[in-house]
Nanobody, 114 residues
Framework: QVQLVESGGGWVQPGGSLRLSCAGS????????MAWYRQAPGKQRELVAS???????NYADSVKGRFTISRDNAKNTLFLQMNSLKSEDTAVYYC????????WGQGTLVTVSS
């Protein structure tokens, strides 16, 4: 079965950095568009960044210039490099894969606070 497993979440101070990973299995990873979503307490889930099967990235305005999405198809892994983190970035971050079907990871919690 298809599995997406996020890792790398944790606690970090404002201005710090964190790198999230999403390991895929059970799917032809290279042909899927991938994305990171997040859901903060009391808020709707929102798209943070996406990357096409060809590697073209897109970002939400709130993270543009601070976050970088990338993928390593040879390792079936999606990444999100998060720099200059703000308290507003606190959320559960979810990995998403889309092609003919859509799959979700279980989420990893990122907490940004002093």
């Amino acid at each position: 079965q298809v599995q997406l497993v996020e890792s790398g979440g944790g606690w970090v101070q404002p201005g710090g950095s964190l790198r999230l990973s999403c390991a895929g299995s059970g799917l032809t990873f290279r042909i899927y568009a991938m994305a990171w979503y997040r859901q903060a307490p009391g808020k709707q889930r929102e798209l943070v960044a996406s990357i096409s099967s060809g590697g073209s990235p897109n970002y939400a305005d709130s993270v543009k210039g601070r976050f970088t999405i990338s993928r390593d198809n040879a390792k079936n892994t999606l990444f999100l490099q998060m720099n200059s983190l703000k308290s507003e970035d606190t959320a559960v971050y979810y990995c998403n894969a889309w092609f003919t079907s859509t799959y979700w990871g279980q989420g990893t919690l990122v907490t940004v606070s002093s």
